[in-house]
């Protein structure tokens, strides 16, 4: 098939239908067009030759022209492609590296081969700039809502058609048991949008809480303006939720404003999300307040946060264990996605009880320590008296306060603690040397003889050997396996040691070895001082 002149204008209508069907450029598909005539120009003169075709937008007549590029004389590799800059002086004045000398060579006739081939490049053009347009009309839409409606189901997976594409509902981000028919609208969050080989692909979802935060947006006129603003969103998909919400006008309750006249605003969501159980929560800055309010409906007695491991204890009325946890432990579950906290949740009579065991613990160390009978005991741990430290080097007046303690009480029990931890310190540091410990490290500032003890037992006995340690093998911490948070026990951890001073001990080290520039520990000082300043300030 020769291109003619009665031909022309059709490949330029051709063009036009193709991509008013597809809704591309139709500049994109003449280009396709030039690139498959050129194809197939080449196999009629040659694959050596570079043949380019170009095709007029207003006429739609095809010029093909062979092109060679100018280079040095001795970098000749391809003389159909590549010309001398002595060669091309008889087709340009004054050739350049780099140049191109073009002749226009006459139209090639398609055989039925080359036309089915012409046919293939241009349909796999069409199709990427298809993609492409697909790609950049939904990347942006990225964390919204979508309307669609069913095409066909695949392996359980559903194919929704979303207007200028197609959109995949996973068997997994459908709620429940949900079951769809061709041609059912369905509203989805559109959770990702990737290039993958086959295309761009528009993931949709039912069950990221992220979707039930949208539909809020679209029911709450004052969510949509950032009068309220949803805080956290924690989901069991189809069963039930918890929605934290905060108004930043005092005159509007966050609550009532989500709930809408006679639950109409919520019961819109409730029915989107096949009858999901909605609790609604205001949002608070302090963390116990806010986890109280999370295990609503349950009543909470106490709560104790321990803020570096990242868990929280709630201690609640023997009769509310029940209701806190919730049907296979979905209420605390979801409290704890709400807060982002590990909780352990215990009654008043288990806390009661751990309580005694640790009274009764301090009592006898006190008793085993300081040669004090069990009233005088009980009495320090009454007044909060937790460990031997405390009552060595506390004010005295501390001591005086206590009813029935003089200052000559106070007096002996100070000095029968202080030589029992220098005792201590004697035995550990004597340990610490039996076991190889050296000088360095014993000298080295910060470390206790008990520290000393407990290093050399796990096999740090040099300053090296304390400086490649890392903060966490010293302070403990926490990692996160599989979604499942895991303890590392850390060897100065029994020390209430914290990752912070042991992170600068162990930089001090590595300073003093020539390790590291002592810059960076001041650095690393006055960060620290700016953080206790703003936890001051907090306070």
Same mark, same amino acid.
């Given at each position: ?410 007096? #002996?029990?100070?000095?029968? +603690?202080? /030589?029992?931890?220098?005792? *201590? &310190? ?5 340990? $610490? !040397?039996? =076991? ?52 590392? #026990?850390?060897?100065?951890? +029994?020390? /209430?040691?914290?990752?912070? *001073? &042991? ?5 001090? $080290? !590595?300073? =003093? ?27």
């Amino acid at each position: 098939m020769a291109i003619t002149s009665a031909n022309q204008l059709e490949l330029l209508q051709t063009a036009e239908a193709v991509a008013r069907e597809k809704m591309i450029d139709p500049d994109l598909v003449i280009q396709a067009m030039e690139e498959s005539l050129a194809r197939a120009a080449k196999s009629r003169y040659g694959a050596d030759l570079d043949i380019r075709v170009r095709i007029d937008r207003k006429t739609g007549r095809a010029t093909f022209a062979r092109v060679r590029t100018v280079v040095e004389d001795d970098l000749v590799e391809n003389h159909h492609a590549q010309i001398t800059v002595k060669q091309a002086k008889a087709h340009l004045p004054d050739p350049q590296i780099g140049d191109e000398v073009i002749d226009e060579v006459p139209p090639v006739d398609l055989g039925r081969i080359a036309a089915q081939s012409a046919k293939q490049v241009i349909l796999q053009k069409v199709r990427e700039a298809e993609c492409d347009r697909q790609f950049e009309e939904f990347k942006d839409r990225k964390g919204t809502i979508i309307n669609g409606q069913v095409k066909r189901e695949e392996y359980g997976n559903v194919i929704v058609d979303i207007g200028r594409g197609e959109g995949i509902l996973r068997r997994n981000e459908k709620i429940g048991r949900e079951s769809y028919r061709i041609g059912d609208r369905v509203r989805c969050f559109i959770k990702d949008v990737r290039r993958e080989a086959r295309g761009p692909q528009v993931f949709l979802s039912r069950t990221d809480p992220q979707f039930m935060a949208e539909l809020f947006k679209m029911e709450v006129p004052e969510i949509y303006d950032g009068i309220i603003e949803i805080k956290a969103v924690a989901r069991d998909p189809g069963s039930r939720a918890k929605i934290a919400v905060i108004s930043y006008d005092n005159s509007i309750d966050p609550v009532g404003a989500c709930v809408g006249m006679r639950g109409s605003r919520v019961q819109a969501v409730v029915n989107e999300l096949q009858g999901e159980k909605i609790d609604i929560i205001p949002w608070n800055q302090d963390q116990a307040t806010f986890l109280v309010n999370a295990l609503q409906p349950a009543e909470v007695s106490k709560v104790v946060i321990d803020e570096e491991a990242g868990k929280i204890e709630v201690v609640v009325p023997d009769e509310q264990l029940s209701l806190a946890i919730g049907r296979r432990g979905q209420n605390v579950r979801l409290a704890s996605q709400l807060t982002g906290l590990d909780i352990d949740i215990m009654t008043e009579s288990e806390e009661s009880t751990r309580r005694q065991a640790e009274f009764t613990e301090r009592t006898k160390l006190f008793m085993d320590t300081l040669d004090v009978d069990e009233m005088m005991a009980q009495l320090l741990v009454s007044e909060g008296f937790t460990n031997l430290e405390e009552v060595a080097y506390v004010d005295a007046d501390e001591l005086l306060s206590i009813d029935g303690f003089d200052e000559g009480t106070a007096g #002996e029990l100070q000095a029968r +603690a202080r /030589d029992y931890i220098e005792a *201590e &310190a004697k035995k550990a540091l004597e340990a $610490a !040397r039996a =076991m190889g410990v050296e000088e360095s490290l014993i000298t080295f500032e910060g470390l206790t003889p008990q520290m000393l003890e407990a290093l050399a037992k796990d096999g740090i006995k040099t300053l090296e050997d304390f400086a490649t340690c890392a903060d966490w093998e010293l302070a403990g911490g926490w990692t996160t396996e599989g979604g499942v948070r895991k303890k590392d #026990e850390g060897v100065l951890e +029994a020390f /209430d040691i914290s990752l912070e *001073e &042991a992170q600068m001990l162990v930089m001090t $080290a !590595r300073v =003093m070895l020539g390790w590291v520039d002592p810059s960076e520990l001041e650095k690393m000082n006055a960060v620290t001082e700016e953080v206790d300043e703003d936890a001051e300030a907090e306070a």
